[in-house]
């Protein structure tokens, strides 16, 4: 199922993860920023961590490159030690990662958290970058459209169908993040379409054209222009590659591709 991509403005997302404290993150970001500037047909964003994300936005304010968090709680306030707030992302943040399958695997967040957390971004703005994936032993068994049906059916219910334009969809099959190994631009395609397929049972076909859907796990200089040629996939969630300036050749090669 190819859908009208005309509407669709293309968005590449750099997942910094764990990795470069405010000083190095702010210089960081300097030395990227006039590349990124100069493509302005692609959303760009950046992911820092959170203690970092201040920083990066003294550089990137009034610059059109837009920050993301890599995480959020979904209350506003309260005694909830170590969590940040939709609430304070605002202003700094355009984005928040949700569902990251680190935050899956590792933390533990189940796809009723990350349905909290989607609603809470739509409630209080930064907008969602939802991701989803396979691990590798659901793809040798053949359930990878079982997983992404779980996954998407349960991280995305009840979102305000109006504002589904808002929302982004990383598919990042885990087998394929941090090993050099990325999936086929036609598993790519085939996830975004069933992802698209998913959401337009929920929603109605109409309110999905404008949902965006990034396609993560060993993105590199070299591979993005192939996931950005196809017509369902909307553009990058980049983790290694975009710690580099290799990111700004990514966000070109997506510019190129769509063009
Ligand atoms: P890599 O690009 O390092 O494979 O990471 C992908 C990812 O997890 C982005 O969120």
Redesign the pocket.
Known sequence: MNSPTSRRVPIVAG?W?MHYGPTEARDFAQSILDGLVAIPSVERVLCPPAISIAAVHAVTAGTGVWLGAQNMYFEEQGAFTGEISPLMLRGLCQYV?LG???RRHYFGETDALINRKTLAAFAHGPRPIV?VGERLEERDAGQTERVLTTQVRGSLTGLPIERLSELVV?Y?PVW????GRAASPQDAADAAALIRALLAEQYGAAAVVGVRIQY????TAGNAGDFAALPDVDGA??????LKPDFIEIVRATARAKG
């Not at 394929?176 to 090993?179: K, L, Q, R, S, V």
């Not at 993560?216 to 993105?219: K, L």
């Not at 969630?237 to 975009?242: H, M």
């Open positions: 997942n993860k990662i990251h399958s680190e991701c990383a990042e394929a993040i941090g090993t993560g796990g060993s993105v969630l980049v983790g290694g590659a975009s």
